[in-house]
């Protein structure tokens, strides 16, 4: 099995502050993916890094993947309330088989 | 932009009932999962399917778990006889350069 961990788990902000979600793993990935979800809805996917080293951006979202394809960050500059909701990584594995976090909650008070 | 869609959003059944989630992938993608998530818990993998067959399953994908594409368009999860411990969302996601997921069903087991 390959884990991947989550952290923090919980995070509560301002709104403005800037935040950064760690995935680490011990193993590699052919790529990650990192998802946000809202409350009894299905995970809406943000990006797919597939590149050792590989940043990717999206507005105020910034996600980098590890050189060795074990880790990967989100960073979120001038957080809003609208960000608020929980955020998973996964990671692709073996036969396309994704193995998922246990996700960062996270609150942005206005 | 195509999605993929799951029926029945809530489903209540009572314990040791069987009931048969449905989930229609986006068209091109090939690869099909579903996964599992607990109130408040991780993302958990059940099962993947391609090419008409299972390629993976977690150990959670019990004798009591049955997955089929019945008529090349659903992919469904059938549980055969519903125990308690089986009150989750259900999520059915599909992969193709990406994995996308469904809305979801949110089972209850009375």
């Known amino acids: 099995t390959q884990l991947l961990e989550q952290s923090p788990q919980f995070l509560s902000i301002q709104e403005g502050e800037n935040l950064t979600v760690y995935c680490n793993s011990s193993s590699v990935f052919s790529s990650l993916q990192w998802y946000r979800q809202e409350p009894g809805e299905g995970p809406v996917l943000l990006v797919t890094?597939?590149?050792?080293?590989e940043v990717k951006k999206l507005k105020r979202l910034t996600f980098q993947f590890g050189d060795a394809r074990k880790d990967s960050s989100l960073h979120i500059t001038a957080a809003q309330p609208g960000d608020t909701g929980l955020y998973l990584c996964?990671?692709?594995?073996?036969?396309?088989?994704?193995?998922f976090g246990s996700g960062t909650k996270l609150n942005v008070k206005p | 932009e195509p999605e993929v869609t799951q029926t029945p959003s809530h489903q209540v059944t009572q314990m040791g009932q069987e009931v048969i989630l449905r989930c229609v992938p986006i068209?091109?993608?090939?690869?099909f999962y579903w996964y599992r998530q607990i109130l408040g818990q991780k993302v958990e993998f059940l099962v993947s399917f391609y090419n008409n067959e299972i390629s993976e399953k977690s150990e959670i994908f019990d004798d009591q778990f049955s997955v089929e594409r019945p008529d090349g368009s659903n992919f469904t999860l059938k549980i055969r006889s519903t125990k308690l411990e089986d009150s989750a969302m259900y999520f059915c996601a599909t992969y193709g350069l990406a994995q996308f997921f469904g809305p979801g069903t949110r089972l209850t087991v009375l």
């Open positions: 890094v597939v590149t050792g080293g």
């Open positions: 996964a990671g692709e594995g073996n036969f396309n088989k994704f193995y």
């Open positions: 068209s091109n993608h090939l690869y």
